[in-house]
């Protein structure tokens, strides 16, 4: 299973709409420059993980912690460490119906 999850990131392109579940196994310093964003790594319990970034200059903040388990919906990026998912909040454009995050029991979006 680990593997066909891990293969099946591997084999998403840049730029499409994902939606997992995972548990946050780090918290990382805010990202300022440009647009705030919030970041985190998840793993998705299956050898594989994945950088979060999240805009706070458009959904709240997070009050994460290591262990935390959430599910989310955002744009894939692939690189060279297992990836990264942004656009994890509502678009500003109304044009898409944009990603969120859900952590107990609340979304942010």
């Not at 790594?41 to 912690?65: E, K």
């Not at 460490?81 to 979006?109: N, Q, S």
Request: proline fraction near 3%; include cysteine; hydrophobic fraction near 40%.
């Amino acid at each position: 299973m680990g593997k066909t999850r891990q293969r099946q990131f591997a084999a998403i392109d840049s730029g499409e709409w994902v939606e997992a579940s995972g548990i946050v196994i780090k918290l990382l310093k805010d990202d300022n420059e440009g647009s705030r964003h919030q970041r985190f790594i998840v793993d998705l319990r299956n050898d594989q993980t994945l950088l979060i970034a999240h805009n706070i200059d458009l959904a709240p903040r997070i009050p994460l912690a290591v262990g935390d388990r959430l599910k989310f919906r955002g744009m894939y990026e692939s690189n060279d460490l297992g990836g990264l998912v942004h656009w994890t909040h509502h678009d500003p454009m109304g044009v898409e119906d944009g990603g969120f995050i859900i952590c107990r029991r609340r979304t942010y979006a």
